[in-house]
């Protein structure tokens, strides 16, 4: 095995700020919560994704946010996975609350309904998911790992993937862009791709 040319890698060991050392791509999503007044909450998250292949979500949290303290307490929570067109959208839902506790840019953006639980989801996303609390695990400094079952999941008809589609062709992200979050601070729109050169007899 060649050796690493190391002289071309920055040691950053320790870095309290590590993660914002160099670009990384992530999924980005809205997750939904209703506050204890019954109002709804939304809130933009990077560190999120699918846990395992079966039907469960989880994402980062902490427990001084509105976020983790609603979700703890309602058992319920909504995942909305926001088109290119929604960047703005899914932005403002991070607005500070005024001095009331109120947050009317946010009451602007339009929303649905979710169908099995109490909550809303960003209108037109095209990945909509409601999960029930399966538990909150960890310590990973402040934060934890909220986790979730999915017990309805819905996906946009544009950006469904058919059964029996070429896995070669990439016309539904053509038809269909995805919204990728580059953290830290910045954005890009996935328009085409290329098949994963996975080995022969590769099984997971």
Same mark, same amino acid.
């Given at each position: ?80 996975? @926001? ?8 932005? #403002?839902?991070?607005? +500070? ?7 009317? =840019? ?65 016309? @539904? ?8 979050? #580059?953290?830290?601070? +910045? ?7 290329? =098949? ?9």
């Amino acid at each position: 095995m060649a050796d690493q040319e190391y002289e071309h890698m920055v040691d950053i060991t320790g870095d309290p700020e590590l993660w914002n050392r160099c670009y990384t791509v992530h999924s980005l999503v809205v997750i939904g919560s209703t506050e204890e007044n019954g109002d709804y909450n939304f809130a933009p998250k990077h560190m999120s994704m699918p846990l395992g292949f079966g039907p469960y979500f989880g994402f980062m949290g902490t427990p001084r946010k509105t976020t983790y303290q609603n979700i703890e307490r309602e058992k319920v929570f909504t995942v909305s996975y @926001p088109s290119p067109d929604q960047l703005v959208f899914s932005s #403002l839902m991070a607005s +500070r609350r005024e001095a009331d506790d109120s947050k009317p =840019v946010v009451d602007e953006i339009p929303t649905v309904e979710a169908q099995q639980i109490e909550g809303k989801f960003l209108k037109d996303s095209y990945f909509q998911l409601e999960c029930k609390l399966s538990q909150i695990l960890g310590k990973f400094g402040e934060w934890e790992i909220i986790a979730g079952e999915v017990v309805s999941a819905h996906v946009h008809k544009d950006a469904l993937k058919r059964e029996g589609h070429d896995i070669s062709d990439d016309s @539904p992200l053509q038809e269909h862009p995805l919204l990728a979050y #580059l953290h830290p601070g +910045r954005f890009s729109t996935i328009k085409e791709s290329n =098949v994963f050169p996975i080995p022969k007899n590769f099984k997971r």
